[in-house]
Each structure stands twice: as C-alpha cells, then as structure tokens.
T-cell receptor
Framework: AQTVTQSQPEMSVQEAETVTLSCTYD???????LFWYKQPPSRQMILVIR??????QNATENRFSVNFQKAAKSFSLKISDSQLGDTAMYFC??????????????FGTGTLLAVQP | DTEVTQTPKHLVMGMTNKKSLKCEQH?????MYWYKQKAKKPPELMFV???????INESVPSRFSPECPNSSLLNLHLHALQPEDSALYLC??????????????FGPGTRLTVL
C-alpha cells in the first residue's frame, strides 16, 4: 500500500520570502504521479503542480517548483516570492499510473502555510 | 468549461431531515467522486462512479446514498445523519478509464452542518 507523509503540520513565511514544504512517500510502484494541491480558506482544492515519476526533470509552475528525489521517495514543494494569497493548506498526493477511475489519490496529512505581511 | 460545480454551498439540516447534495461537470469526464473532509484533514474518499456505475464504496454508512443520473451529474442523498457527519463534502471528476493520467478536478464543496 502507498503512504504519503507530510511532517510539517504548520509553517509560516514572510511575504516575498521562499519556503519549502516537505513530503515523503512510500510505494513499490515504478510508474506514478505526485501532486501538490492547495486548499485556501475558500475551500476549493486547486492543483498546484504535478510530477510524473518517469521524468527526471523537476516540474515548475511559475513561482512553484518541486524537488523530486525518486530514490529517496521525496517530493518537496518550493514556493518563491511568497504572496499573501499563498496562505492555504497544502496537500501532497500520490497516484499510480494507468489505474483508471478507481485509481485513488493518496493524500498526506497536509501542511498549513501562513504567509505573513 | 473546466469546472466542477456543487450546490448548495452551505447546508444545515436536522437529524431527521432528508436532503441532497448536487455536483455537475461538463468536461466530458466519465468518473466522478465524493469525498468527505473534516477541518484541517485531508479528503476521505467515499464513492467513485465510473461510466455511471458505482465502482468504489469505501464502507460508507447507508445514511449516505449516492446517485449518478448521467455522466455529468452526481448526487449525494442524505437521510438520518448524525452530528459527526458535519463536514465539507467535495465532488471531483476525472477522465476515467483509458487515461494514463487521471487528474481529478475538484468542486468548491458543500459545507454541511447537522444539528
């Protein structure tokens, strides 16, 4: 069975600074996807970034980037130039490849990030 | 249209009431999901429908009854709920079978309070 661990329940960062959120996972699968979801106080779960396990290059989306270490089963999220709108709960998630509709998203416990003005 | 909509946004109900939550998507997705989320916790999967057929039921109590009238709509019928069922209920959809990448798109959720 797959597990996802987020060891930082809460974090705080000053506006315009950089912050890194940690995520580790455990799986015996070779092909899978990893995701970071953001859930602001408005409750909408928004996909921030995804990483295909077969790709060595780390994914980036504007101010968001990941450090994917497949051998170490580590998938951290770096947020550069933090903005007040980045304040949210961040969930790391895992999904097997080719699982179809019954392919479950396995979530970590979340990290609550507060961006301070 | 890359949106999943849910109604109502908020719902307050008594333990003897019957109510329904609704979810709709127009992305041509063939899989739809119901999740329950408690405050500061990750979403917990309840049900998965694939091609309008129930494919996963995560041992959810029978007071929750899902329904998928067509590929765009997903309902969750509620009856005789308990106060501990108060939570955010999220709907999601994805392409479904045949796709190597099954990204789930989430709706904004319904905040349910059971008195």
């Amino acid at each position: 069975a797959q597990t996802v661990t987020q060891s930082q329940p809460e974090m705080s960062v000053q506006e315009a600074e950089t912050v890194t959120l940690s995520c580790t996972y455990d799986t015996s699968e070779s092909n899978y996807y990893l995701f970071w979801y953001k859930q602001p106080p408005s409750r909408q779960m928004i996909l921030v970034i995804r990483q295909e396990a077969y790709k060595q290059q780390n994914a980036t989306e504007n101010r968001f980037s990941v450090n994917f270490q497949k051998a170490a089963k580590s998938f951290s999220l770096k947020i550069s130039d933090s903005q007040l709108g980045d304040t949210a709960m961040y969930f790391c998630a895992f999904m097997k490849q080719y699982g179809g509709a019954t392919n479950k998203l396995i979530f970590g416990t979340g990290t609550l990030l507060a961006v301070q003005p | 249209d890359t949106e999943v909509t849910q109604t109502p946004k908020h719902l307050v109900m008594g333990m003897t009431n019957k109510k329904s939550l609704k979810c709709e998507q127009h992305m041509g997705h063939r899989a739809m999901y119901w999740y329950k989320q408690k405050a500061k916790k990750p979403p917990e999967l309840m049900f998965v429908y694939s091609y309008e057929k129930l494919s996963i039921n995560e041992s959810v109590p029978s007071r929750f009854s899902p329904e998928c009238p067509n590929s765009s709509l997903l309902n969750l019928h509620l009856h005789a709920l308990q106060p501990e069922d108060s939570a955010l209920y999220l709907c999601a959809s994805s392409q479904g079978q045949g796709s190597s990448y099954n990204e789930q798109f989430f709706g904004p959720g319904t905040r349910l309070t059971v008195l």
